[in-house]
């Protein structure tokens, strides 16, 4: 079926950033692309107003000849080189913000290099994409500020491994089949993502659900009503027992000297530290907060006589 200027024209009005005029003229990679950094960072998505009368023609064209006299091997794209790294740089950035799995940087900016090099009519070979982004993580580390030298190692081992698609003969895939791919390519770029950022998320939510908690333990203490808001038992309030809980959240014995206790207390907070413990969040809050209380009931008492 021929391809019509005019609906290229309303899809990229309606759904440029997401590719919806790609998906219409056949460029499922663009498309896909499109999808995963809305439009080309916004950028690509207003560049494609004035290519579409050339990719209409090529939709519907025989689509049997190369640009550029029909060579086997495409000539090089600053631009497409520019669009490699910032696909690259841009996914394995959010990967390594969302997942705390080491291969996840060099795999997402791999992945953001090979689909910005499939764009249009060129692709590249993904092994060699892949190799380059797991030797150049070896270099520069597998975290997300290591994305960009990444890609641009991933880049250069694309534009060096290009070469064209194979012409297309028989009527490719429908366009639910197509679909399909899309969706499933989508989630498995952008699912882990959003499923880390998700949990973040959650973690803030309850944070905030526990500011009442929290406002309520401040002024317990601030009015001498013990410290409150912790995992105490409720008969820890008389001295005696309140002191054996604290000596056992800091792992003291009864009695250990105020080097010991200062000692435990630094070495456990680093440990418990919120900071150091984002994948347990909540149950670092919850010791941390402990640990700050049982500090409080041993060394209070001790500096109290000197103030």
């Excluded at 309606?14 to 003229?25: K, R």
């Excluded at 841009?90 to 290099?113: D, E, I, K, N, Q």
Aim: net charge positive; hydrophobic share 50%; with cysteine.
């Amino acid at each position: 079926m021929a391809k019509r200027l005019l609906v290229a024209y309303g899809l990229w009005a309606l759904g440029g950033p997401l590719g919806l005029h790609h998906v219409y003229l056949g460029r499922d990679s663009q498309a896909l692309l499109w999808l995963v950094t809305l439009g080309g960072f916004g950028a690509g998505w207003l560049c494609d107003l004035w290519l579409l009368p050339g990719w209409v023609a090529a939709a519907n064209g025989a689509g049997g000849q190369r640009p550029g006299g029909g060579g086997d091997t495409p000539a090089r794209s600053p631009l497409r080189f520019a669009g490699q790294v910032a696909a690259g740089t841009y996914l394995g950035v959010l990967a390594g913000l969302g997942l705390r799995w080491a291969p996840a940087v060099p795999l997402a900016s791999a992945l953001g290099v090979q689909l910005a090099a499939s764009v249009g009519d060129q692709t590249a070979d993904a092994r060699r994409v892949l190799a380059a982004a797991f030797l150049a993580a070896l270099l520069f580390g597998g975290r997300a500020p290591a994305a960009l030298p990444i890609s641009l190692v991933a880049a250069a081992a694309a534009q060096r491994h290009r070469r064209y698609k194979p012409l297309r003969g028989a009527p490719g895939p429908g366009l639910g089949v197509r679909l399909c791919r899309l969706a499933l390519a989508y989630l498995a770029l952008a699912g882990p993502v959003a499923y880390a950022a998700l949990g973040r998320a959650a973690g803030i939510a309850a944070a905030v659900l526990r500011l009442p908690q929290r406002a309520g333990s401040l002024l317990a203490r601030t009015l001498g009503l013990g410290a409150g808001g912790s995992a105490v038992p409720p008969d820890a309030f008389a001295p005696g027992p309140r002191q054996q809980w604290a000596y056992q959240v800091l792992g003291l014995t009864a009695g250990s000297s105020a080097e010991d206790v200062h000692r435990s207390y630094r070495e456990l907070v680093k440990v418990w530290h919120p900071d150091h413990n984002r994948h347990r969040a909540e149950e670092a809050e919850r010791r941390f907060i402990e640990l700050q209380e049982a500090y409080e009931v041993l060394v209070g008492p001790r500096k109290a006589p000197a103030a």
